[in-house]
């Protein structure tokens, strides 16, 4: 890696070096720090490098900032749990209101798996599709009727209206008041 740096200083400027990663050298805690290194030594810019390390000493930075903040973290994953447990209230409620003989058990499995499914399916604009198809599928596992299933995912949706549309129209309204 040094001596590719090296070589790569000499090259014109316009030119981008791709630098290849092996998974054994992710296994060096030390990795990142390793390229930043031979970066600095050979005097190359990170910007010519393509791919991952171009970046990847300002994410290691980020991530070891985060890390020595070990409140923030925890802080961070006591309100997803909350918002989790939440979510899990709101389709229980759900069942009641429907009148679906389901418990607060089964509303906490079908939130975590409508969770897993929505961050699996993040390019995906607001999950659209995926998440009704998910309350159905997932709905199907923990023996919920399609009918009721997509019921819940309609619910699901009114909510994320009624939370974010507000947000949306005060953006676009801030927006048309001070345009660029």
């Known amino acids: 890696l040094r001596q590719a740096c090296a070589d790569a200083a000499s090259w014109p400027s316009d030119v981008r070096v791709a630098v290849n990663i092996s998974a054994v050298q992710f296994r060096n805690p030390n990795f990142v720090q390793t390229v930043v290194s031979a970066l600095a030594n050979a005097g190359l810019a990170a910007g010519r490098l393509e791919g991952f390390a171009a970046q990847a000493g300002r994410m290691d930075r980020y991530v070891r900032r985060a890390w020595r903040r070990p409140r923030a973290i925890a802080l961070c994953f006591a ?4 918002a989790w447990i939440v979510g899990a209230l709101e389709i229980w ?4 209101v429907f009148g ?3 418990g607060f058990a089964e509303a906490l499995v079908l ?3 409508i969770q897993a499914l ?3 399916a993040f390019l995906v604009p ?3 599709g995926l998440q009704e198809a998910g309350f159905i599928g997932i709905g199907a596992l923990v023996g919920i009727p399609a009918a009721p299933a997509a019921a819940l995912a309609i619910a ?3 909510r994320d ?3 974010y549309l507000p947000g949306l129209l005060a953006w676009a309204w801030l927006e048309r008041r001070n345009p660029p």
Do not use: C, D, K, T
């Open 100 to 102: 679906l003989p389901f």
């Open 126 to 128: 607001g999950a659209l």
């Open 111 to 113: 939130e975590a798996l």
């Open 93 to 96: 409620v759900a069942f009641l």
């Open 118 to 120: 929505s961050s699996a």
């Open 156 to 158: 699901r949706r009114f």
């Open 161 to 163: 209206l009624f939370l």
């Open 79 to 82: 309100w997803q749990f909350l």
